[in-house]
């Protein structure tokens, strides 16, 4: 202990540490008080949620700070553990504290007794899932990489069958376990490719390769199967609509808010610091296979019944913008223009602090819907603002953000990926300067319809009349979801109002990636936000916020002069017809119904339909992922096949078994001979 510095001069990476120790700990605790409920919720989680808060702070400070590195001696005795804290990882660090902190606390107030796993389990579960992807995010070699991306994957999984009682919850489990390790082997094979036969499988040996475009396009491809399947691309989507509906609300959060970004931090580790190659043609395939996910995911949550499942679509729809940054970056990259390449990365890593936030809150928002109700389908909601002020309130702010409206987050975030596109004719290649305003458009295109969705989403939950009549004794959010949500709301009210500020805080992420940055720039614009210069493009929140409120107390006065202020109620207007009913209502399914006539091709739909005869109305439309048809069913039909063609070798007979071993000496000392 004499050698150890004082806590003065510990580093960041140290802290960062004792973080992930903290963890850990907590997670030990659980399993010491495994069913001490109260231990578990009202100490362990906020806890949890102190330490989310503290490694915010640590990684804000030191995304400006100089990297630092540390050798652990574990592991295999040629292979310790690498650990490095540069201004990348410690953005990502940042917004997963921050995330983690409102969660967790939400989770304080969460769970309750007899819900599937012991309290403490989940809660050792829960704090191991953390502190494993913060590690994924430090790891400076292959080798701990791989460790602990696999931690995340096993503590994730047993997360997601908290319920494991019930059949389908075990399904999506072992689905999602099934994704996961398919992108790990290609992730594992990536890494193969990166150190380049050298043996040396730590990170600053892979950035000393140079690798012809040949195995670099490998080592790239690898990346965007592991990563991707993580992510939750097209077609390696599938689990994502399972998995987070299984999963207890403050996991389906984690997961959605925090852990899809640990695959786009992985993405940009690959493609932009270990890759020291840049093929314009990478950045294409970014491009299209974002594009694709991006509105098959908001096509998809548009005509969706389930509020979690919704919410899942929304979040492959978010990571195909996602990845629609990164392929602009690339692009410009490859071509030395720096400047938008920063433009392109800035508005990738708003996106990634934007939908941690808002897309936390809408999970955490409906977890709360659940307990009250008992209900997570759409078509037995509504109403619930009378009798759940607080979610519902906070809910409004999410949905706003989701659907990038002025003046939160979500709006900077697709405002400045759109100023990107607006400078892609400067491309040498014409087929590229030809093909992006199509794609700007397209992006332009699920901006509205994620708009559409969150209308449906917030609507049909909190408007209107209730559908059930149990809805009736629905109860707000206890005090620490309250917290939980409103330290959430704070980070997109922040996003939105503070984006210069931002933009200069993740400026040296952009240096270390792309060498470039947009610092300078906005702080010079002063209180408006420009990218690149105030003549061609500004936005200021400020302006935005001051009118929304200028508008209100125009129409409050107006109101107040023309009609004194009386108030009268009166039921809603229905064409005159008085015995409005909430069955007279739009529907979940009525809503999106018009998204699901334009895009019928997207979709397999099964229509149960009224008919004459029927005593009860019923009306019942059923949307399919054509990817389990096109592509899963065939593999899993084909494993079968190939299964049931090896279990013939299996005769339950000795002689059978000798035989074997005969011929295949017999056919190794045939090949020796040759």
Known sequence: MSGMPPLAQWLALDWLMVVVAGWLALGAAGVVALRNFPVVSRVLFPLGGLLGLAAFGIGAAAVSGAAQVVILPIGLPSLPFHFQLDSLNAFFIMVTGAASAGISVFAAGYFRRGEGTPPGLLCFEYHVFLASMVLVMLADDAYSFMVMWETMALSSFFLVTANHRIPEVRSAGYLYLVMAHVGAIAILLCFGVLQANTGDYTFANMRMQALDPLWGSVGFLLALLGFGAKAGILPLHVWLPEAHPAAPSPVSAMMSGVMLNVAIYGMLRVSLDLLQVHLWWWGGVLLAVGLATALFG?????????????????????????????????????????????????????????????????????????????????????????????????????????????????????????????????????????????????????????????????????????????????????????????????????????????????????????????????????????????????????????????????????????????????????????????????????????????????????????????????????????????????????????????????????????????????????????
Request: hydrophobic fraction near 50%.
């Open 298 to 674: 908001v096509v998809f949550a548009s005509v969706q019944t389930d509020m979690k499942r919704l919410l899942a679509y929304s979040s492959i729809e978010n990571m195909g913008l996602l990845f629609v940054g990164m392929g602009l970056t690339l692009i410009f990259s490859a071509y030395d223009m720096k400047p938008m390449a920063a433009l392109a990365l800035t508005a990738t890593l708003y996106q990634v602090a934007s939908h941690a936030c808002f897309k936390s809150l809408l999970f955490l928002g409906t977890g709360s819907v659940l307990h009250a109700t008992a209900e997570r389908n759409l078509g037995k909601l509504g109403g619930l603002i009378r009798t759940m002020p607080w979610v519902a309130w906070l809910m409004l702010l999410a949905v706003l953000t989701g659907a990038g409206l002025p003046p939160l987050g979500g709006f900077v975030a697709e405002w400045l990926l759109l100023q990107s596109f607006l400078f892609t004719p400067d491309l040498p290649v014409p087929l590229l300067t030809m093909l992006i305003p199509v794609v700007a458009a397209v992006i332009a295109l699920v901006a509205a319809l994620a708009g559409y969705t969150m209308v449906k989403f917030f609507g049909v939950i909190f408007l209107g009349q209730p559908r059930e009549e149990k809805l009736a004794h629905a109860h707000d959010a206890g005090s620490w979801e309250r917290a939980g949500m409103l330290w959430l709301v704070a980070g997109c009210l922040a996003l939105g109002m503070l984006p210069t500020q931002f933009i200069q805080l993740i400026d040296p992420v952009t240096r270390q990636l792309v060498t470039a940055g947009l610092g300078a720039q906005v702080s010079a614009s002063g209180w408006l936000l420009a990218p690149n210069s105030v003549e061609q493009a500004s936005y200021g929140p400020l302006v935005f916020l001051l009118c929304i409120l200028g508008s209100f107390a125009l129409a409050y006065l107006l109101v107040r002069g023309l009609y004194h202020g009386r108030m009268r109620h009166a039921p809603p207007w229905a064409c005159g017809f008085p015995w409005g009913t909430a069955r007279m209502q739009d529907t979940a399914e009525g809503f999106g119904q018009p998204i699901r006539q334009i895009f019928e091709p997207f979709f397999r739909m099964n229509r149960e339909l009224p008919t004459p005869f029927d005593d009860k109305p019923r009306y019942r439309v059923t949307v399919e992922d054509p990817s389990w048809r096109w592509l899963y069913l065939p593999v899993a039909q084909s494993a079968n096949w190939i299964a049931r063609l090896v279990g013939l070798l299996q005769q339950g007979r000795i002689s059978v078994y000798l035989l074997y071993s005969f011929v295949t000496l017999v056919v190794t000392l045939l090949l020796v001979m040759r």
